[in-house]
């Protein structure tokens, strides 16, 4: 019968600080998990998801703590627990990781949320106004001077789109792009000769707690070719963390690369009808 080298460890009682370490880290993820639902499906107002989240990203921190206790515990006392103390430690770097990068973010970038193409004259939020006059929301006037020159500094590419195509057609691009993103569209108004411009206004997620960011686009002609406006707004918070620049910066260049296709594609010809010979007159 083999002998059990490992008995008398077998026999030492379990450290209830990693037993606490790992059960805090647990928790930290159920926390964060519920804080995502609250804030995707608006259970409750914003206020309390955030107080969820960050009450999470503590409890992850506290976790470490006690991981940290309980090895010193152990390497006093020698009882079991580590493996324990292992997955607490990785379930808190999962749960810390994400929000410290966004936390380098809010270091390193200007502290502003809103973002277009045309400072001097944005696009509007008419049908998305309304949803920014909540509690805590964001004004649905533009940011102004300050923000412009934070953008221009840190975003000098984001410009007004120039496209080489009619003004209905760029519309109509333009709106492929944003059902294919999947964002809510609110109002969505196709441009009319010889005055009215085109305008498409919807709803942007962010990608993993769900924040809503709003999107104003506008189409207008010029000549015989056209231009594309767009701005993108955090509905919540002074900083956007960089959300609104890419999400424009991506669009514009979807919008440049459609058009660019567009015109590539050559025209396609009608099929000639043969011209019907003339009936002959019979003389009678």
């Known amino acids: 019968m083999a002998r059990r080298f ?20 647990v928790f930290s993820v159920v926390a964060v998990l519920v804080s995502i639902l609250i804030v995707r499906f608006g259970f409750l107002e914003m206020k309390p998801a955030l107080a969820t989240f960050f009450g999470a990203l503590g409890i992850a921190g506290l976790s470490i703590l006690v991981g940290l206790a309980a090895f010193a515990a152990i390497w006093q006392n020698g009882s079991r627990g580590m493996s324990r ?11 810390l990781a994400y929000p ?8 390193k970038l200007p502290p502003i949320h809103d973002i277009t193409t045309n400072p001097i004259d ?3 939020f008419e049908a998305l106004a309304r949803l920014r006059a909540g509690e805590g929301a964001n004004s649905a006037v533009y940011a102004g001077l300050y923000s412009a020159e934070q953008q221009r500094t840190a975003y000098p590419d ?3 789109v120039e496209l080489e195509i009619p003004v209905q057609r760029a519309y109509e691009l333009t709106l492929q792009l944003v059902n294919k993103r999947k964002w809510l569209v609110i109002d969505e108004r196709a441009p009319q000769p ?15 707690m769900g924040f809503r960011e709003d999107v104003s686009i506008r189409v207008t002609p010029d000549g015989e070719d056209s231009r594309v406006d767009i701005r993108s707004s955090s509905r ?3 900083s956007d963390l960089g959300s609104n620049a890419a999400r424009v910066a991506k669009l514009i260049e979807d ?9 590539a594609k050559p025209a396609v010809k009608k099929p000639q009808v043969p011209a019907k010979g003339q009936a002959k007159t019979v003389k009678k």
């Open 255 to 263: 919008i440049n690369s459609a058009a660019e296709t567009a015109n």
């Open 236 to 238: 919540y918070f002074e």
């Open 122 to 124: 944005p696009p509007r």
């Open 6 to 25: 490992s008995a008398p460890y077998q026999s030492e009682p379990v450290s209830s600080l990693a037993t606490w370490s790992r059960n805090l880290a």
């Open 194 to 208: 010889p005055r009215r411009i085109g305008r498409i206004e919807a709803v942007a997620r962010t990608p993993i």
């Open 100 to 107: 410290a990068y966004l936390g380098l973010q809010y270091h």
């Open 158 to 160: 984001i410009e007004t």
């Open 85 to 95: 103390i292992v997955v607490a430690l990785l379930i808190d770097a999962l749960v």
